[in-house]
């Protein structure tokens, strides 16, 4: 069973940074695309990041050069450190992973930018 829990959001002020964890369980970080999601209120859940199982990473317009993307294989983890925040990055962000066919999700953590 896969499980996907996310730690680390809460209120930051903008230019300020935070950084999200997403702790892994039956599924192997290093072995799997693994990303980070975001939603914003009364919008569309989007990409923010992704990382490959070969270590490239993607990263939405919105957020590059602010936001990076990084997993520890030991630790069975994967982060988002997220600096130079902007209001517009206050959302609820959601961990996922890539299995075979198909898609898992973490509950989300909420990231609070205030101006």
């Known amino acids: 069973q896969v499980q996907l829990v996310e730690s680390g959001g809460g209120l930051a002020q903008a230019g300020g940074s935070v950084r999200l964890s997403c702790a892994a369980s039956?599924?192997?970080?290093?072995?799997?695309?693994m990303g980070w999601y975001r939603q914003a209120a009364g919008k569309e859940r989007e990409l923010v990041a992704t990382?490959?199982?070969?270590?490239?990473?993607s990263y939405a317009d919105s957020v590059k050069g602010r936001f990076t993307i990084s997993r520890d294989n030991t630790k069975n983890t994967v982060c988002l450190q997220m600096d130079t925040l902007k209001p517009e990055d206050t959302a609820v962000y959601y961990c996922?992973?890539?299995?075979?066919?198909?898609?898992?999700w973490g509950k989300g953590t909420l990231v609070t930018v205030s101006s």
């Open positions: 990382i490959t199982s070969g270590g490239t990473t």
């Open positions: 996922t992973a890539y299995g075979l066919g198909i898609q898992y």
């Open positions: 039956g599924i192997m970080v290093g072995m799997n695309r």
